[in-house]
């Protein structure tokens, strides 16, 4: 729908890229917020002579809330088709109801019966794998049936890339151990959402290879934003459609805010970018009134954001250099401030706020307040919230305080100003201690510390490899001790100064903190109280790591 | 690569201001819209005489941009005046529905003192349940009241305000004093005193003020009493009871599970500090039916909802325990998505044919099905030259539309005065389960009301009614139907009535008591016959009146419950459209980027026509990532998963792939799927992933 909005005042330039739908985009509604949803269909009337009535005549007018600009495919079956596993075709064995097929497939049925009344006490035994084997050694005829199914969707796909591909990174020599084990994860055919999750939480060992990260060189922040400057985005263009898209809304959004309505956008996507516009379109669309609009962009994701900065920011905006100096300590007073304030204001105030759902606004305390910001006349709080499951943040009353109205806007941006990506990757990844870069990062910096500082790092890995390694052995959970990091396992401060004046490394207390606060400030160790108030000592490194270190200190 | 295309890449501004937390927003002034800028702000000085009402314009043209001016301004115009009639009556009905608790609390606070409650805290405890709003408008009328009067005034409380004593003291005095004199009156008042200066949470200051003010009764409000810290409640209220010989205090608990077992949660020695009265807040269900009936079926209402909208906000009220406020906004909402977004709303308006004059919308309306419904039924009935015109000439199309709407319009009141008409006679024939006027309207909005049921059961019922009944009934009738007939029937009935009124009521002959079951001994047998007593004349007369209203009332309902669906223009005084309802007040976000990630070609319309089967490299990172996540089981190995991601960008970009660009993509889409929540790290195992999340589930 080329729907010309230059009456409406200034509007962002909507770029129409040629498409093949535009033809369908005719029916197209300005009410688009909710795009992408399944069940918008119109229903037509039940025509009483409805053979001579086309079903789909409604033209521009008759379905003005129709369809929005996303001509998403409706039809749920549809959608999932694009990358469906296909199911197995059934006719190909009944066909050929030969003996054999036959014998083969009660094989299967039976085998089916072994894994599935397994129970979790149940040693893994040869008849499972039997039975396992049975049943995968249906696979070969699946991929002869013509099915192409992307291969590398199958994790066995992802274990069997190694083989296809020479130039892989730095793949493990050999196999991988769990290679042989052809248990797939992936159900056949299209199973149901339920099925799907207890045919993944299974009982049974965990099978996945015991292949790591090692030899693969993890990205630092430098070559994390250098390499994804070179990289092109096939989908470029789409994502400027779709954010096109979300810009017609605009009036709609202005028109909602009119009516006393709060806005919260949600979808996959950064949608930062998206609020810019937004208050610039406010901004250029109120600019022939005589006052400017007041707009506020508040940052949810900002480490360290406070409800107080918020409510004190928007005080400022409002009041303008009459603000008084002392705003008060407690965000309830800037509230009442801000209320107070209000009541002799006319124009409204616009609040943005990106990521309403991010970790420094979550709590449950900040949310009811921002509701209560959201509930005062003349603001008009617009939201958007990142993660899927953001509702449950808000209870009725809030609810019903924030007074929402949502749009789905998925952009596909990435959350790059939102994620510290590299960051939040060695976090996953328990690999904190990559910000002094491992081993290395760790042995430069002993190297410049005097012999002292040396013996007390010395001390203290030493004293963690024994305490791992008893652990290791009184613990016969073996890899769950294997999987902890350095940083879990800890020696008490007491035990290590007891040692190191032991050692004549530290002869005072005082000096033994001066030592510890080197590393501190290098970040070589990390420090945590225990239940019982005891300071622990650790070192942010994994094992190998760990061992790595003390070989070059003690041969160094 | 420059920083400049970079930044551009992943969507960074240049500025600081993404790093700020909070700030004020200034427009933009780089360099790449200088060019765009001045000249916008030329088009909007030349033509300043528009611009002025394209300010106050808050809709948009429609018809492709192509609607006239008058007709967006009517269509927004229309709204206002429709939906500020319709905010009115619900207004009044909200403010009704809570005036019988509001009198009930104000004369308990105003009759009850310290003295009267035995040295307790006058109390008063309301239960809401899950109609929450109802309680801060009652507050607030209670406090708009007592303020008037100058008796005092209503601190409302909210758990939030209260971490711990100090604050939540300070907080009950600082709202106390800026509810009557405003923010600087507290300053005031703070600083104003003699003597010492007090500290904030000090009550001196509230008794100071108390004093000032003659405040003969402090109504303390909690409005969410169960999420109170208990031990900070306890304190409050035994403070409070050591100052209640100096400040008039009464405590109001709102409360939404039930009063024992927010007693059960205090200690006892607390429970014994207060001594009250239970007040009960109407469920939020009757309020908004009463809302939906003045919505829906008042005589002067033009736009009506259709069957889907109404089952959605029904669906919405029990589902999500929304207030009558969060319904009344929906249906605000569904009035805003009509004229907002539906040309032919403009008709509503009742406009003269100038405006109409607009090729487009002619075409619109011949578009409709329902005009194509019309065009048929008028061929059918031999009008071919009233089609035809109305095909080709815009001019006799624009003269007979608002005729049309008229009548339709009239239909529609008829019908739902009909279902009033049914829901009247249900209250004298249904004993058990009666259906409310929501139910019916449903059900008459999709033209099922007549064959159904509940209509027929009805007319079986009312067959037997006696004549003390069937005279109110008729009573009834005679408010909701305009008809000379039911005037006739009443008169006749009443006649009746008067000339044997002593024989008690009469029944008719279809009533179970009028049939008589003979016992007869035929050849040691016995023989049991039915047959129709002997009927007085005055009972033949009766079954007579009987018939004569079954008849008018069958006749009244076929006639007026017509289809709504098969009128012409319905799509214009007809709202009926599921969608920006239900996904604008009950979103599914996880669902919806489960299906950006699952199936992004959903989101993404692809330009180019390439097939998509599975994974590929075309797709963004994060959903190449996400799809494999969706097949790997519960615990899930990284290097596998990078050696799977990695392979889908290897096998598309033959040769020029550069697994450090691929890696960083692999850590773009990782971060994310870990700020969404479905993966975190897993203890089991060295570099494993635990999943946390099922698609679908």
Known sequence: MKRKLSDAGDQPPVSTPKRRRTALEQSNSALNGHAPSGDASYELPPSARGQSTPKKANGVSATPLQQSGLKTPTHKSKARGLFATPTKPKSA???????????????????????????????????????EEILNGDEPDTEKAGQDLA???????????????????????????????????????????????????????????????????????EEYF????????????????????????????????????????????????????FAEWIYNYHLSATTTPTIVMVNGYTPGIS???????????????????????????????????????????????????????????????????????????????????????????????????????????????????????NALLGRKGRRVGGKDGVGFVLKSLPENARNLYRLLLTELITLLDDGHQSDDESAETAGKAGDETGIEFRLLY??????????????????????????????????????????????????????????? | ????????????????????????????????????????????????????????????????????????????????????????????????VDSGVLMDVLSFIRSTSPQTCNGCIPTALVTVGSNVSSLSRLLSRLNGQLISTEEGSVVVLESGD???????????????????????????????????????????????????????????????????DPGLLTDLLSLFKSWLDRIPFTVLLGISTSVELFEGRLPRSCVALLQGKHFEVQEAGNCVNRIYETIQADLNTSLWLGRNVTSTLFENTSDYFQSPEAFSRMVKYAYMSHFFANPLAVLLANPDSTVLTQSKLCKAIRNLPSFRMLCEDLIEEGFTKQARDMLEDDEYLIQETPKYLDANQQRMQKMFQAVRVVHACLQYTQSAKKPNVSDLSVRALSGELPESTIVEEMFATAKTLDSDKLDKLLVRLQGIMISPEVDAIQEELSTLLDRCSESGPLRSGYNINSTVTKTTVVQQRIRLSKGQADLSEQAVEYTNIVD???????????????????????????????????????????????????????????????????????????AVLYQLYLDSGALVNVHDLWQAFYGVFETEEAGGCDDRVVMSLFYGALSELKAFGVIKNSRKKTDHLAKSAWMGL
Request: proline share 6%; glycine share 6%; with cysteine.
């Open chain 1, 498 to 556: 007891q040692k190191a004046t032991e050692e004549f490394v530290a002869s005072s207390e005082m000096m033994f903190r001066t030592l510890l606060k080197e590393f501190h400030d290098h970040q070589m160790i990390t420090s945590r109280m225990d239940a019982s108030g005891m300071e622990i000592l650790g070192v942010p490194l994994s094992r190998d790591e760990m061992e790595g270190v003390l070989e070059d200190l003690v041969l160094g």
């Open chain 2, 1 to 96: 690569m420059d920083t400049d295309g970079l930044n551009d890449a992943l969507g960074l501004s240049n500025d600081k201001s993404q790093t700020l937390g909070a700030y004020i927003y200034q427009p933009p002034k780089h360099g790449k819209s200088t060019g765009e800028r001045p000249s916008k702000r030329r088009k909007v000085l030349s033509t300043t005489s528009r611009d002025k009402r394209a300010d106050r314009q808050h809709f948009v043209p429609l018809l492709n941009g192509d609607e006239k001016a008058e007709s967006v301004q009517l269509r927004y115009d229309t709204y206002q005046e429709l939906w500020s009639k319709q905010e009115n009556k619900i207004q009044d009905i909200l403010e009704d």
């Open chain 2, 162 to 228: 209260a971490p711990n004593l100090k604050t939540t003291l300070k907080n009950i005095i600082r709202a106390t004093v800026t509810n009557t004199d405003g923010n600087d009156g507290y300053q005031k008042f703070l600083i104003d005193r003699a003597g010492p200066r007090l500290l904030g949470y000090d009550l001196d200051l509230l008794h100071d003020y108390v004093q000032r003010k003659g405040t003969k009764k402090l109504v303390l409000a909690l409005r969410d009493s169960e999420a109170f």
């Open chain 1, 226 to 277: 250098e390499k994804l400057g070179q990289y092109d985005d096939p989908c470029k263009e789409e994502k400027e459609y779709l954010q096109s898209l979300h810009h017609r809304s605009f009036p709609q959004w202005a028109f909602e805010f009119n009516e006393g309505f709060n806005i919260c956008l949600f979808g996959y996507g950064s949608k930062r970018k998206l609020m810019d516009q």
């Open chain 1, 307 to 425: 409800i107080r900065s918020i409510f004190a920011t928007i005080v400022t905006a409002v009041m303008g250099d009459d603000a008084p100096s002392k705003l008060g300590a407690q965000p309830t007073e800037v509230l009442e401030l801000l209320q107070s304030a209000l009541k002799s204001h006319e124009e409204p105030v616009t609040v943005l706020i990106n990521s309403i759902d991010a970790p420094p606004l979550r709590r449950a305390a900040n949310q009811a307040l921002l509701a209560r910001l959201a509930a005062t006349p003349l603001i008009r709080l617009l939201v958007t919230a990142d993660t899927p499951n953001f509702p449950v943040m808000w209870d009725i009353s809030l609810r019903d305080q924030l007074n929402l109205v949502f749009h789905d806007c998925t952009t596909f941006l990435p959350f790059s100003a939102e994620v510290d990506v590299v960051e939040e990757v």
């Open chain 1, 151 to 221: 291969e590398s969707i199958e994790p066995e796909g992802a274990e069997e890339a190694p083989e296809k591909g020479v130039k892989q990174p730095k793949r493990r020599a050999g196999r991988p151990k769990g290679a042989r084990n052809k248990r797939s994860p992936t159900p056949e055919g299209e199973l149901p959402a339920h099925e799907r999750y207890f045919f993944q939480n299974r009982a049974g060992p965990v099978k996945t290879s015991n292949a790591t990260l090692n030899k693969v060189p993890l990205l630092t922040h």
């Open chain 2, 548 to 622: 004569r209203v079954i008849a008018l009332l069958q006749v009244h309902l076929t006639e007026t419950l017509i289809n709504p669906q098969n009128l012409f223009l319905h799509e214009a005084f007809l709202f009926d459209l599921r969608n920006p309802l239900k996904e604008t007040f009950a979103p599914r976000p996880r669902f919806a980027t489960e299906r950006a990630l699952a199936t992004p070609f959903d989101y993404l319309l692809s330009s180019s026509d390439i097939t998509m089967t599975g994974v590929s490299a075309k797709q963004p990172a994060t």
């Open chain 1, 93 to 131: 064995i009944a066909a050929t109801p030969s003996r054999v097929k036959n014998a083969d497939r009660s094989a299967r049925k039976k085998s089916a019966r072994v894994l599935f009344e397994q129970d979790e006490d149940a040693s893994w035994d040869g008849s499972e794998r039997l039975a």
